[in-house]
């Protein structure tokens, strides 16, 4: 049975942090490349970081560089998402989603459309 499980959402004030996280349910996943994405109310889900399969290489949308961090561990099955100086623009749900096949660990850059596997999200907020 595949499941992805995101936990770690909630409600913080702007400029606060959060850490989401996202448990696999095997090793299925331990080779593909992960990647968080967030859809807030009325726009398109988006990409906020993704990361190769061994941790190698990692990629992040412009509005979020310099903050957010991606990162996983592969023994425990997870990846993590450390989200700094969080702005009331980051509220949104956030997704952890699976590549659809193995990658290179050089090349985190998976499109949206090929990723195989979903989490059923974890709601940010942030107040002004």
């Known amino acids: 049975q595949v499941r992805l499980v995101e936990t770690g959402g909630g409600l913080v004030q702007a400029g606060g942090s959060l850490k989401l996280s996202c448990a696999a349910s095997?090793?299925?996943?331990?080779?593909?490349?992960m990647g968080w994405f967030r859809q807030a109310p009325g726009k398109e889900r988006e990409l906020v970081a993704a990361i190769s399969w061994r941790g190698g290489n990692a990629a992040y949308a412009d509005s979020v560089k310099g903050r957010f961090i991606v990162s996983r561990d592969n023994a425990k099955n997870a990846v993590y998402l450390q989200m700094n100086s969080l702005k009331p623009e980051d509220t949104a749900v956030y997704y952890c989603?699976?590549?659809?096949?193995?990658?290179?660990?050089?090349?985190?850059?998976?499109?949206?459309?090929?990723?195989?596997?979903w989490g059923q999200g974890t709601q940010v907020t942030v107040s002004s």
């Open positions: 095997g090793r299925i996943f331990i080779s593909y490349t």
């Open positions: 989603a699976a590549d659809s096949r193995p990658r290179s660990d050089s090349d985190p850059n998976t499109p949206l459309n090929e990723y195989g596997y």
